[in-house]
């Protein structure tokens, strides 16, 4: 089938050579790393520069006054320029609603998003070039606003000079000698994305300064230049630069079915994609005629570039974690916000507060309308791994009118895994809540023939916990202990003989658990109502949200384990803290470039890693309701046998 052939094409990869995949910029060709390259954020001093020249003119004559207004062309040009990649960015990343048309199935990983952090270095570059132009053509200082001749002018300096240049240096580029020294960066992105255009040497850049400058100063030189032929031809050049960059196809096949010659006039993301995949071919900057005339076009082109804009299905998850949203400034800590801070570790950021009004109005919208939607996903061994958001946050889980809507949501996204083929569905944090849905059990006895396995996770948690705890320990404090995890810690380290100090003020609910214990290892679990009866035990394990006062009665030197979410505030200097049960995930996961919450690069929740090792073993039971104590040790096994690895015990110092 034609279908397939173009298919198995796109898969097909291009090498890069060896030396030249460490993205490090280190190569001994002129003028391939940027001038600025260390000086980090810096770079941005020149936009402060120009705004500085704009607000305080030098000169007040007629000239002076001109000569700054400049400045705020170019300042804002800059801006809108960096808001259309980052909304293209966006766009790129909304999976849930692109999913379908997406062109490589592959996912970004961190390894590109730190190639590609500096994608903005061409808008320095650019605005840089533009103070000079002004410096040297006069003529430029007294534009007017608008001009109807200038459109024809730039557009014929655009398809007459600017596509035949950039089409026959870019065939240079792909020289051998070119293309290990500069154009192989470029290419060296995996999967192409809107910043991929920004990732290109120096060099590059400046050559494509004149690419983009000849229409704007030839139409200025001619006499139909203005300010608003300026601001369009540069902010269409940078969307058909996101548009061949993006790694969804946008451009509907059926527009070329019902105007022919368009194919011609304007390539697609497909276009561009399949120059990525198979260099040999599609070397044009915008438009098609080139690579016709220089015969080089993909013969595939037309039937991949309908293949995928008319593509209705895409692959179905082996295994979905379900997450939900922790709060408002989390909320903007994925992917299709900012991938950049979605590739870190999530921690507060003050200059993102201004987006904390639209997006509290976004939190409203979702919860009136929004779906379970898909967020993010990656592969392992060849199997297709997604997270899927329900659209709530943190604080309506505790809101009593609240619970049914969640529940139906979660409900509702079980039944689509169901329907998806799905093998493991992973309940997250408050999805899994005891008081909510009995930890997963609600759904299971609602739909007893449900097919996709529905997993809460919490025995490789405990598993964590546990394995943290050293072997010579023969006491501890539990908090939270009656609990679905404070049980099942309990029971298990009755079983290795240590004693239990189990804080509830609920009698009831202790014996209930302590009964669970054969009769010869009850004694090892004992009843405390206050934290002073721990002011001997150096071995604490949080389960609940704990106090400065309560911290104060541990001993010193004492190790807070801790499974409370939010993590306890490490009041004390004297002690440690240990994190949240985490797991990295095993060292082959392909496309991952984005971190879970909290956790760092690579490593996910304890409850995640659960739902990977359900799939991975390919386990039929449900994982619902109450901690199987004897299943601690097996899915642990299992877990370290599959390559995830327990997170290194890095004890926070308090204080
Ligand atoms: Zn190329
Ligand atoms: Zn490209």
Redesign the pocket.
Known sequence: MEGEKVTTMIQARITIPDKRTAFSGTTTAPLFAWPWEHYGNYKYLFYVALLAKYLYPTTTTEEGTEGSSWCLHILLLFLLRGLLYQLWSSYDYMFFLNRTRRISEEGIDFKQIDAEWNWDNFLILHAIVAVLAYWSFPSLTNLPLWDGRGIFCCLALHIGVSEPVYYWLHRLLHSPNLFTDYHWL??SSKV?HPF??GHATFLEHLVLCIVIGVPILGTVFIGYGSISILYSYVLLFDMLRCL??SNVEVIPHHLFENIPLLRYLVYTPTY?NI??MDMRTNFCLFMPVYDILGKTINTRYWDLHKDISSRKKTSAPGFVFLGHVVDIMAALHTPFVFRSFNSIPFSKKFFLFPFWPPTFLVMLAMWAKSKTFLVSFYNLRGRLHQTWVVPRFGFQYFLPFAADGINKQIEEAILRADRLGVKVISLAALNKNESLNGGGTLFINKHPDLKVRVVHGNTLTAAVILNEIPRDVDEVFLTGSTSKLGRAIALYLARRRVRVLMLTQSTERFLKIQKEAPEELQKFLVQVTKYQAAKQCKTWIIGKWTTPREQSWAPSGTHFHQYVVPPVIPFRRDCTFGKLAAMRLPEDVEGLGSCEYTMERGVVHACHAGGVVHFLEGWKHHEVGAIDVDQIDVVWKAALRHGLKPMQISPAIGG
């Open positions: 470029h290419h192409s991929t255009a061949g960059h561009h120059h990525h």
